[in-house]
């Protein structure tokens, strides 16, 4: 990633050592939406309109995983072409979201355990003429530590 990556979508996540993706929490009944939400409030007995930018956990429990085996619909743009199949994760994070993402680099669905934790990583999603687009991924940990790619995650 160069010192020019900047995210693929934005403020959607925060870049740097700790990134994180950024929700939108309501000022009226306090409900933290993902993606960011304006306009109203989703929650039917709300009637809130206002929305606070706030920044969401890091680490969440995977509640489900697949193999992309088909190009998934926007905002995921495909980094590669052909298509490259690759492993998505649904993140449960402790707010009470289920984010989906695609799985960081050199992990697959081998990786991946219903319930074992999972942190927010960013990674180069493609390269234009501006330089890196960077998009949120989902690097899975084992006992909460980092499984090296090509380790057995048997845990
Ligand atoms: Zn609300």
Excluded: H, K
Excluded at 15 to 26: I, Y
Excluded at 32 to 53: D, H, I, K, L, T
Excluded at 66 to 83: L, R
Excluded at 92 to 97: D, K, N, V
């Amino acid at each position: 990633m160069t010192d020019t990556a900047t995210p693929a979508i934005d403020g959607w996540f925060t870049t740097g050592p700790d990134p994180a993706l950024l929700g939108s929490r309501c000022t009226t009944c306090e409900t933290v939406y993902f993606p960011p939400a304006s306009g109203f409030c989703r929650n039917p007995g709300c009637a809130g309109e206002e929305f606070a930018q706030t920044p969401l956990s890091r680490r969440g429990t995977v509640w489900s995983y697949t193999d992309a085996q088909y190009q998934p619909p926007a905002p995921y743009i495909s980094g590669t072409d052909p298509y490259q199949p690759f492993a998505l994760a649904a993140v449960e994070l402790p707010e009470g979201l289920v984010v989906l993402g695609q799985v960081a680099d050199g992990y697959g669905v081998a990786d991946l355990r219903v319930g074992a934790e999972a942190e927010l990583v960013v990674e180069t999603l493609y390269t234009d003429e501006t330089g890196d687009r960077t998009v949120w991924r989902w690097r899975p940990l084992i006992s909460g530590q980092v499984v090296e790619v090509g380790e057995e995650a048997d845990q």
